[in-house]
């Protein structure tokens, strides 16, 4: 499977982005699937998931409440929606995705994913 991640730009804080990850298979229905970001010099970091059903999400603290993770399974697609972007929130962000068994939910650690997209840059500016 392959990810392209899209919708990348820069925004004024407090303002929005939608990000996408478009897979190149319709087995990717049958993948739990993750958005990971990176900041200059860190390391990369779980920001949210969606489960294979796409019935169960999980989220990072710093993004709970603020970030939407859906997905569109005719479209292969899955989204990002990022509100009341922060400065903190700039980083590159990287779609991640792993076959898995349709009642788990989709795990947290960039370790546990196989399929990577290149990534898709966030800027946020104060």
């Known amino acids: 499977v392959q990810l392209q991640a899209s919708g990348g730009g820069l925004v004024q804080a407090g303002g929005s982005l939608r990000l996408s990850c478009v897979a190149s298979r319709r087995q990717f229905a049958e993948h739990a699937v993750a958005w990971f970001r990176q900041a200059p010099g860190k390391e990369r970091e779980f920001a949210a998931a969606?489960?294979?059903?796409?019935?169960?999400?999980g989220y990072a603290d710093s993004v709970k409440g603020r970030f939407t993770i859906s997905r569109d399974k005719d479209k292969n697609t899955v989204s990002l929606q990022m509100n009341s972007l922060k400065p903190e929130d700039t980083a590159v962000y990287y779609c991640?995705?792993?076959?898995?068994?349709?009642?788990?939910?989709?795990?947290?650690?960039?370790?546990?994913?196989?399929?990577w997209g290149q990534g898709t840059l966030v800027t946020v500016s104060s």
């Open positions: 969606i489960s294979r059903s796409g019935v169960i999400t």
């Open positions: 991640a995705s792993k076959r898995t068994i349709l009642t788990v939910p989709a795990p947290l650690g960039k370790e546990d994913y196989a399929f």
